[in-house]
């Protein structure tokens, strides 16, 4: 290791037993010696991580560890209502995910899952107090046109349906008819998690479906005024 690093035997034996810290320039050549980023190698506490449970992301860009409970099951972090600004800021903290609450569910074993809170009317019959679970997705690339998915960017968390693909964004919509669709360039996502369940710790409410109809007819009534302004102005061009 030593020969590799270009250094003497001593002087990487005081690096190991953390009696002196190697200076920015061996820390460049131990980074691309284990071909792991400096932003992990001097951010994160290896020693803590089991090599077979750790999830490792392109560029290694954070460490996802998959945790497990005593009978083995997967157990899944979940982000809270009143944190989840602060997930934008700690979701690259394996110590930020660390605390947070976890639960399991029987039939999600393989793959990483994370629970992520839903809120608006965007993508019914998902509501404010529902957790939306999601598996990680490792590349953009994987993402399918027509699938739903957790979209965590630079400014917040996004539930969406995958409309189109573009070269470099990607252009999403919402289930609900009465928002329009828009795009967001792949420079903006910094995590992807396609949709695997839900869950809701409030107990369910009695639909009236009286009331669903006429707000399924609302929703469409404004679709098709929209599709017609669409039309005009596509006469008058």
Do not use: C
């Not at 994370?114 to 939306?132: C, H, I, L, N, Q």
């Amino acid at each position: 290791m030593a020969e590799d690093l270009i250094i003497t035997r001593e002087r990487y034996a005081k690096y190991e037993d953390g009696s002196t810290e190697p200076p920015l320039e061996i820390l460049l050549r131990i980074s691309r010696y284990f071909r792991i980023s400096m932003d992990l190698l001097v951010t994160v506490d290896l020693r803590k991580y089991k090599l077979e449970d750790i999830l490792k992301l392109p560029d290694n860009r954070i460490l996802l560890p998959i945790k497990t409970d005593s009978i083995g099951e997967n157990l899944i972090e979940v982000v809270p209502y009143k944190a989840s600004m602060g997930y934008l800021s700690g979701y690259a903290d394996p110590e930020y995910i660390e605390n947070l609450q976890t639960m399991s569910l029987p039939f999600l074993h393989n793959g990483k899952y994370r629970a992520f809170p839903a809120e608006g009317d965007s993508m019914p019959p998902y509501k404010d107090g529902t957790y939306v679970i999601g598996q990680y997705v490792e590349r953009i690339t994987d993402i399918k046109v027509g699938k739903t998915y957790i979209l965590i960017t630079k400014s917040g968390f996004l539930f969406k349906r995958i409309e189109r693909i573009h070269e470099t964004t990607i252009t999403v919509k919402s289930d609900n008819t009465f928002y329009n669709s828009y795009d967001i360039p792949f420079s903006d996502i910094w995590e992807v998690w396609q949709h695997a369940g839900s869950y809701s710790p409030q107990e369910l409410e009695v639909i009236d479906f009286s009331d669903e109809d006429i707000k399924t007819m609302f929703q469409t009534l404004l679709k098709e005024i929209k599709d017609l302004k669409k039309s005009e102005q596509n006469v008058t061009l």
